[in-house]
C-alpha cells in the first residue's frame, strides 16, 4: 500500500518528517518496506536560465548556450534540444550529476569541438514524464539558481506499508491516518459526507438474482445516474496523486474511482450508461459465457462466479473488473456509480480461477467497510460533479446494509493480564476511541462497539492488542521468568517434540537426507495412500485450494518423498535415499493430526553402501534396507521392542509379499516398512525399485514412568555357553518370527538368543513344508551344562515346536 505524505496531509494534520511517520507505522504494526523521494535523486538540478543561445559552429542541430545558474559566471552547454532559446528557464545540471532518464552519470565533454559543461534537461531526462522532445521549458517568474525539485513540489515522499490481511481498514489511506493520529503524531481531519439529493429518480433498475441462501454474494448494491458529464483529464492534483504511488492517470471519471479505492478503501465501478442495454442484474455467472474485460483480455466464467449483467449479457466482474463494452470513454456523457458489497471468499476464488488481480478484489477478498457503501457513492458524486459537472439521480440500493454492530464485554484488566502492560484508563479509553470505537460504562468493565471498518476485532484480545499497539510494545516491561535455585528445571520439550528431533538425527545419520515436501497432494494421491479401510469421504479436502493438483490434505508423507525420489533420479541422482518428519492428515480433527517418520531408498542406496562399484559389489536395495532403517530409529528413541510384533503384509500401497506391519497388540499399529506396490509407483510415474518405512511417532509407547524394580540380569556369565542347531519342518505358511518366540519360551533362564541361519524348500522336504533351521545359544549361569541337561533343554524345544507347529525334526 503505497501512499505520499501529501495525500496523506490530506486527512492528517501533521509536521512530522517522512522519517518519524514510516517508524511510526511500523511500531504500531504497519511495517514500513520502503521510502522513496523523488527530491532526492533530484537535488543536484537547479533552475537556470539560458543567456544567450546560438548556432553550433560545425553542427546544423545543436546549440551552444551561455546558462545563468545562479552561482556566478555564466556555463556553457552545447544542447540538441530544438526549443533551446535564448531567454528560457529550464533545468540544468552540472557535471557529477546522475542523470535518472539516462541511467548515467554527467561528466565534462567536448561536443564537435565545443566545451560542454553540464546539460539543460527534459522531462523524460528527470523522469517526471514521458517527453523527450525538448528541454523543460519553466516560467518565467521561476527562481534561478532555486533547486528544481523544491520548485516544483516534488519533495514528496512516498511510503510503502506491508498491510496484513486483518487490516483491511489500512488499505485506505484515510485508515492510516486515523492510527497515526490515535499515535499522537498529528490530528484526524474530520469530514462530514455531504449527501446530495438526486434531482431525478435512477432510471436503472438493479436487481439481485439469488436465492435466500446465497444472498450473501452481494448483500447491498446502490447505483446512482450523473448525466450530462464532460470526460477529460483530471486536474493536476488528482493526477499528481495518482502518478505518485505509480497508478497512470486515464481520465477524470476513471481517476476518480481510482482515487475513492485508495483514498477511502471504497473500490467503485463506473459504466458508461448509454452503453447499458436496460436494467442491471446480479446474478451467478452461466457456464460459458465471457467477457473482454477492462485489461484487454477475455474471460470465461464458471457458475461460481458472481457478474454484473445487462439485457444483453455480462458488462462487469462483481467486484473484480469491469468490462471494456461498458467502459467510459472520452465521448461518454451520463454514466453510472457502483457501489457495492461483495462475499470476500467468493471474490477471492473468482479472482484465483481468472488470474485476475485487480486493485479491487485485493480489497474486496479482504473486507471493505460496509458502513461506508452510501457514503462512498456520495463522496465519489460530489468529486464527480466537482470534476466534470452534469446533474446526479437519486441513489437505489438493491439489497440491504448489512447490520455488522456488536458489543464487547471488556474488563480494563485484560490489558495487564495478558501483555503486563499497566495503563493508565483515560489513556486506554482515549485509545480506544480515537481508533473509532464506542466505549460506553465506567469502572472496572465497559462495554466496547468496533467501528464498521474494523470486522477483525472480534473479542477482548483483539481490543487488548489495539490498546497496545498504540501505547506502544516498548512499554512492556521486560521481565525474566523466575527460576528457584532449589527446584530442578522441567523440561522444556514434550516427548513428541524430543522424539521429532531424535528421529531427524538418526535418520540423518544413516545416510537419509532430509527433504520438507507439500502438505498438500492432489486427489487420486490421497486416495492411492489414504489408511486402509478408510473411504473417500473421509479424506480431508480444502475448501480454497491453490491448485487443482493441490487439493488434498496428505495421509501419508510418501507421496512427496516417492516423487522428490524420481525427481532426483531424472536429473540423474538415482540412489537416492530420503526422509522426512512431518505431520499427516487423516481429518479435521485435533486426534487427526499425527507426526509421522517416514524414509525411502531407492536403487542401490541401501544400508550396505550406496553408488556403483567396479566390483559390482553393491546390490539394490530391498525391505531389510528398510527394517533397518526403522528398527535403528525405534532404539534411538528408546522404545522398547520386547512386544512389537512384526506381522507380514503392510497397507494397500506396499507389496504384500515383501512388507511388513510394525504394531504392539491388535490394535496399536505404529508403522510399517517394506517395497513399494507396483501398482503405486506406476499411478506416480515412479520407476523402483524403491523401498520405505514409516513410524508413527504418536503411537509409539512413552517410556515408563518410574524404573523397573527388578533386578538387572547379569550382562557376564562365567561359563561357557552352548550352541545347538534345529531344522524344524513346519508348513510353508508358518512365520519364523513366531517359530522365534516358541524356542525362547521353551527356557528363558537358560536360552540367551535364537537366530534363523538357513531356510529350505525342495528335495527331500514335501510339497507345502519347508525347513528352517535355529541356532540357539544356550548361556548357563551358575554351573557349566551337563549333556542330559542340554538335551532335556533340546527336547523340550522339539516337544514345544510339535505341539505348536506340527514341526519335525528334519533328517
Known amino acids: 500500500m503505497k501512499f505520499s505524505i501529501s495525500w496523506l496531509k490530506d486527512h492528517l494534520d501533521t509536521t512530522a518528517s517522512p522519517a518519524a511517520i514510516a517508524e511510526t507505522l511500523t511500531r504500531v504494526g504497519l511495517e514500513v518496506e520502503s521510502i522513496e523521494n523523488p527530491a532526492e535523486k533530484l537535488k543536484d538540478f537547479v533552475v537556470a536560465r539560458v543567456i544567450e543561445a546560438k548556432q553550433h559552429p560545425n553542427a546544423d542541430r545543436l546549440r551552444v548556450c551561455m546558462v545563468d545558474t545562479g552561482s556566478g559566471d555564466p556555463v556553457q552547454v552545447v544542447c540538441g534540444a530544438p526549443n533551446a532559446r535564448t531567454g528560457m528557464i529550464s533545468v540544468f545540471s552540472p557535471p557529477g550529476t546522475y542523470i535518472p532518464g539516462k ?52 519533495d514528496d515522499a512516498v511510503i510503502d506499508v506491508a498491510v496484513t490481511p486483518n487490516r483491511a481498514d489500512a488499505l485506505g489511506i484515510a485508515g492510516i491516518a486515523r492510527d497515526l493520529a490515535a499515535t499522537g503524531i498529528g490530528d484526524l481531519k474530520r ?98 459465457e465471457e467477457l473482454l474485460a477492462l485489461d484487454g483480455k477475455t474471460y470465461r466464467f464458471e457458475d461460481s462466479m458472481v457478474v454484473i449483467a445487462d439485457d444483453k449479457g455480462v458488462e462487469s466482474i462483481g467486484g473484480v473488473m469491469g468490462g471494456e463494452g461498458s467502459g467510459c470513454d472520452e465521448n461518454t456523457t451520463d454514466v453510472l456509480i457502483e457501489s457495492a458489497l461483495w462475499d470476500p471468499l467468493n471474490i477471492a476464488r473468482t479472482g484465483r480461477a481468472l488470474g485476475v488481480n485487480s486493485d479491487a478484489r485485493y480489497r474486496f477478498e479482504r473486507g471493505v467497510d460496509p458502513g461506508f457503501c452510501l457514503p462512498g457513492i456520495e463522496v465519489a458524486t460530489q468529486l464527480m460533479l466537482d470534476l466534470c459537472g452534469g446533474e446526479a439521480s437519486e441513489t437505489t440500493l438493491a439489497g440491504e446494509i448489512p447490520d455488522t454492530d456488536h458489543i464487547i464485554d471488556f474488563p480494563w484488566s485484560e490489558v495487564k493480564r495478558l501483555t503486563g502492560l499497566d495503563l493508565p484508563r483515560p489513556e486506554m479509553k482515549l485509545i480506544l476511541e480515537q481508533l473509532g470505537f464506542h466505549v460506553s460504562g465506567a469502572g472496572d468493565r465497559v462495554k466496547v462497539m468496533p467501528p464498521t471498518w474494523r470486522a477483525d476485532a472480534e473479542g477482548k484480545a483483539d481490543l487488548v492488542e489495539e490498546i497496545t499497539r498504540i501505547a506502544g510494545l516498548d512499554r512492556v516491561e521486560s521481565r525474566p521468568l523466575p527460576r528457584e535455585e532449589s527446584t530442578v528445571v522441567k523440561p522444556v520439550l514434550t516427548l513428541l517434540q524430543k522424539r521429532t528431533r531424535l528421529a531427524k538425527r538418526l535418520l540423518a545419520t544413516r545416510g537419509l537426507v532430509e527433504a520438507v515436501t507439500w502438505s498438500f497432494i492432489s486427489e487420486g494421491e490421497a486416495k492411492l495412500f489414504r489408511p486402509d479401510g478408510a473411504n473417500t469421504a473421509a479424506l480431508l479436502k480444502l475448501a480454497n485450494p491453490i491448485a487443482s493438483d ?77 527394517k533397518a532403517d526403522v528398527m535403528a530409529l525405534l532404539e534411538t528413541l528408546g522404545v522398547a521392542t520386547g512386544g512389537l510384533q512384526v506381522a507380514q503384509g503392510g497397507p494397500s500401497y506396499f507389496h504384500p509379499g515383501r512388507s511388513a506391519t510394525l504394531r504392539f497388540g491388535p490394535k496399536n499399529i505404529v508403522g510399517a516398512f517394506g517395497e513399494l506396490h507396483p501398482r503405486t509407483l506406476a499411478e ?30 547379569i550382562a557376564l556369565s562365567e561359563f561357557q555357553p552352548v550352541q545347538r542347531d534345529f531344522a524344524f519342518v513346519v508348513d510353508r505358511a508358518a512365520a519364523a518370527a513366531d517359530l522365534i518366540r516358541t524356542a525362547q519360551a521353551a527356557d528363558r533362564t537358560l536360552i540367551d538368543d535364537v537366530a534363523i541361519f538357513d531356510v529350505y524348500e525342495g528335495p527331500g522336504v514335501e510339497a507345502g513344508k519347508k525347513s528352517i533351521a535355529l541356532s540357539i545359544i544356550l548361556q548357563p549361569r551358575e554351573k557349566t551344562l551337563t549333556d542330559a541337561e542340554i538335551d532335556a533343554i533340546g527336547a523340550k524345544i522339539v516337544a514345544e515346536m510339535g505341539k505348536r507347529f506340527g514341526a519335525t525334526l528334519r533328517g
Not at 103 to 132: Q, Y
Not at 215 to 220: E, R, S
Not at 686 to 695: C, D, N, Q, R, S
Open 550 to 626: 493441490l487439493s488434498d490434505m496428505r495421509p501419508s508423507l510418501l507421496p512427496g518423498l516417492l516423487k522428490a525420489a524420481q525427481r532426483n533420479a531424472d536429473r540423474g541422482f538415482g540412489d537416492v535415499a530420503l526422509f522426512e518428519v512431518g505431520q499427516v492428515f487423516a481429518n479435521d480433527a485435533p486426534e487427526g493430526q499425527t507426526i509421522v517418520a517416514s524414509g525411502v531408498r531407492r536403487g542401490l542406496s541401501s544400508t550396505r553402501g550406496a553408488g556403483r562399484h567396479w566390483d559390482g559389489g553393491a546390490q539394490p536395495v530391498d525391505l531389510f534396507d528398510a
Open 191 to 288: 469530514r462530514d459526507t455531504k449527501w446530495i439529493k438526486g434531482s431525478f429518480p435512477c432510471p436503472v433498475r438493479v436487481t439481485l438474482d439469488f436465492d435466500a441462501h446465497e444472498k450473501y454474494l452481494c448483500p447491498a448494491f446502490a447505483l446512482r445516474l450523473v448525466r450530462g458529464v464532460k470526460n477529460g483529464p483530471s486536474p493536476e492534483w488528482l493526477q499528481k496523486r495518482l502518478k505518485a504511488i505509480g497508478l497512470r492517470p486515464i481520465s477524470a471519471l476513471v481517476d476518480i474511482t481510482n482515487f475513492m479505492t485508495f483514498d477511502r478503501n471504497r473500490p467503485l465501478h463506473v459504466f458508461d450508461a448509454k452503453k447499458v442495454h436496460g436494467n442491471l442484474v446480479v446474478r451467478r455467472a452461466r457456464k460459458g
Open 103 to 154: 541511467k548515467i552519470t554527467l561528466g565534462k565533454g567536448v561536443i564537435r569541438g565545443v566545451e560542454s559543461n553540464g546539460m539543460l534537461c527534459s522531462a523524460a531526462e528527470l523522469e517526471i514524464s514521458d517527453d523527450h522532445d525538448g528541454i523543460l521549458d519553466l516560467p518565467a517568474d521561476a527562481p534561478v539558481g532555486e533547486r528544481y525539485a523544491n520548485w516544483a513540489g516534488l
Open 684 to 713: 506416480l510415474d515412479v520407476k523402483g525399485p524403491i523401498v520405505a518405512f514409516e513410524l508413527t511417532l504418536d503411537a509409539l509407547p512413552p517410556p515408563k514412568a518410574k524404573p523397573t524394580k527388578a533386578k538387572p540380569k
